[in-house]
């Protein structure tokens, strides 16, 4: 006798939950969904990533991410940002060769493009500015 009473009861439950359950459902595939373009109301205070010329693109942002894992620690002779003794051999070649370097990589441990592959070469010359202005 128990059971009979208890499964209505169980399934009027059931349907009660389900309401606020599919509400958070449609507000999560909502907000997936929502398109916002610069400019409109939605999108202001929000941060906008950043096609290019903005923050992530400074040559220091780049050293960071993409030269710094064997510059910083010198990793393989690679020479470390800011150490004068490890740059003064390859300041003397000029800043052609060196730029040349970073573009096209130096066999054995320097990559091309430093492996920063969404990096023009423009990129690649700013960034070993910056990487020789650190010993300069
Ligand atoms: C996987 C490790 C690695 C990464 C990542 C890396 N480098 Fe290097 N880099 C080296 C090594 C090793 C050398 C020394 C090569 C040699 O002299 O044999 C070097 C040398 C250089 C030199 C000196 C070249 C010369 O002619 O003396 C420049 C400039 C340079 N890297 C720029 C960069 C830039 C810019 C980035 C990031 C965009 C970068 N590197 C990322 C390992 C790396």
Same mark, same amino acid.
Request: one cysteine or more; glycine letters at 12%.
């Given at each position: ?14 349907? /009660?939950? *389900? =309401?606020?359950? +599919? ?5 999560? &595939? ?8 610069? %400019? ?8 906008? /990533?950043? *096609? =290019?010329?903005? +923050? ?5 942002? &780049? ?8 510059? %910083? ?31 096209? %990589? ?31």
């Amino acid at each position: 006798m128990k059971k009979l009473v208890l499964l209505p009861l169980v399934a009027l439950s059931m349907l /009660a939950a *389900a =309401g606020p359950i +599919e509400d958070e459902i449609v507000s999560r &595939i909502h907000k997936v969904g929502e398109v916002c373009l610069m %400019g409109e109301a939605c999108a202001s205070g929000q941060v906008v /990533a950043d *096609a =290019g010329g903005g +923050e992530g693109r400074s040559p220091e942002a &780049i050293y960071e991410r993409s030269c710094n894992t064997c510059h %910083g620690l010198g990793v393989a002779g690679a020479p470390k940002l800011g150490d004068v003794d490890q740059w003064a051999p390859r300041l003397e070649k000029g800043m052609d060769v060196l730029y040349a370097s970073g573009i096209n %990589g130096l066999a054995p441990g320097m990559p091309a493009m430093g492996m920063c592959f969404d990096c023009s070469d423009d990129d690649i010359r700013a960034v070993v500015d910056y990487m020789t202005a650190s010993v300069q």
